[in-house]
């Protein structure tokens, strides 16, 4: 696994995104700072929405099937789904507002019984909470390409999708660990969920054409030329919302959320969905797989290749022409790589002031530089 650097994620992920992000928050979109405190409340949002006891969360429900043999029962996939149902599509903000204050007294006693602290502090705490929750993100608008093949915009919400999205991911890395054999398709499916566009690597040339410049690329550079690619490949807004309906979730037989077709935590970057087909189109869908880095939508992404198909080295000469040369980008660092290590020792301090007289122990003993 190496550590690709793409662009930065603060101040220049917007311009790479295909117009699915904005500058600033004087603009329709959100921000990419707006999206993820949006995505980052979710959970506790639909928590208070359906009434989810305050010593529970949604993964102490489903911790013990994915930890005995990494798959979720029919039982509990139904349970999703049903928690799943109870969330809405698409929300304004001020509805969702609204909807958490009809069970604020709810809330309220919850908090009580749990902490024990008096009814005045609870108060406060519940609403400096409620407060919280809606701070720092307006009502995304966001596209989508519907099963019908239509473009459409909505403005408001996508909870389920969501919170969806984050039952599929855990059931995806659980499946992972028990199935270490099936590493790069469970990244691949991983990375569905952090998708901003579809993009069928078929329709990409081929490695050779893609590790040269193309003649008509002449004349363009960096977003400009994304934004070309994007339209010449025919790339297609995700669609967050595909399997959520009511009628797909209540189905006979539940949804299997490892891979679940639709869901979205809205981390992507259209320049990274870019560069998987890329990397797909070149090795091969089952050779390399591409997963964006912790909060996404910039800086460093995560490329994970099978060793046995393709060498690393040539994954990296690849991405150095197709990726870092084409768009013009040339970060101080280009990749980031990880190396297993050898033995490790723990060591926990009663007092700060005592790290200097350890540190010092350990250089005594020869031990290596800390």
Do not use: C
């Not at 749990?114 to 705490?125: L, V």
């Not at 002449?218 to 934004?227: F, I, N, S, T």
């Not at 679940?260 to 090795?283: C, I, N, V």
Request: hydrophobic letters at 45%.
């Amino acid at each position: 696994m190496i550590f690709p650097y793409s662009v930065e994620r603060a101040r220049e992920a917007w311009k790479w995104s295909g117009g699915t992000y904005a500058e600033n928050m004087a603009q329709e979109r959100l921000t990419t700072g707006e999206m993820r405190k949006l995505t980052g409340k979710a959970a506790e949002i639909a928590a208070w929405l359906i009434r989810l006891p305050l010593e529970n969360d949604f993964f102490k429900l489903i911790e013990d099937d994915l930890v005995q043999d990494g798959a979720l029962t029919v039982e509990t996939r139904a349970w999703i789904a049903g928690i799943l149902r109870q969330l809405p599509l698409l929300a304004t903000g001020e509805e969702l507002r609204q909807k958490l204050s009809d069970n604020r007294a709810w809330y309220l006693a919850q908090l009580i019984e749990t902490t024990g602290i008096d009814a005045q502090a609870a108060t406060q705490k519940t609403d400096a909470t409620l407060a919280s929750l809606f701070t720092g993100w307006r009502d995304p608008v966001l596209r989508r390409m519907t099963p019908g093949g239509a473009l459409g915009e909505e403005t408001g919400v996508p909870l389920r999708a969501i919170v969806a999205y984050l039952f599929a991911e855990v059931a995806r890395n659980f499946h992972l660990i028990h199935h270490p054999d099936e590493w790069i398709e469970s990244v691949t499916w991983s990375q569905r969920g952090d998708r901003s566009f579809d993009i069928d690597p078929e329709r990409l040339p081929t490695r050779v054409d893609l590790e040269k410049g193309l003649e008509w690329e002449r004349g363009l550079a960096g977003p400009e030329l994304l934004d070309q690619w994007i339209e010449r490949v025919s790339a297609t807004p995700f669609d967050y919302q595909r399997g959520l309906d009511d009628a797909s979730l209540a189905a006979k037989t539940p949804p299997d959320f490892r891979s679940f077709p639709g869901a979205s935590f809205f981390r992507g970057l259209a320049l990274l969905d870019l560069t998987e087909a890329m990397l797909k189109r070149a090795f091969g869908l089952d050779a390399v797989a591409v997963r964006v880095n912790a909060a996404g939508q910039g800086d460093f992404f995560q490329v994970h290749v099978d060793t046995r198909k393709i060498s690393d080295a040539e994954v990296k000469q690849f991405l150095s022409a197709a990726f870092y040369r084409r768009f013009g980008l040339s970060p101080e660092t280009e990749f980031v790589e990880i190396h297993p290590g050898g033995g490790a020792v723990g060591v926990r301090l009663n007092r700060y002031a005592d790290l200097a007289q350890l540190v010092q122990k350990l250089r005594t003993h020869a031990l290596p530089a800390v």
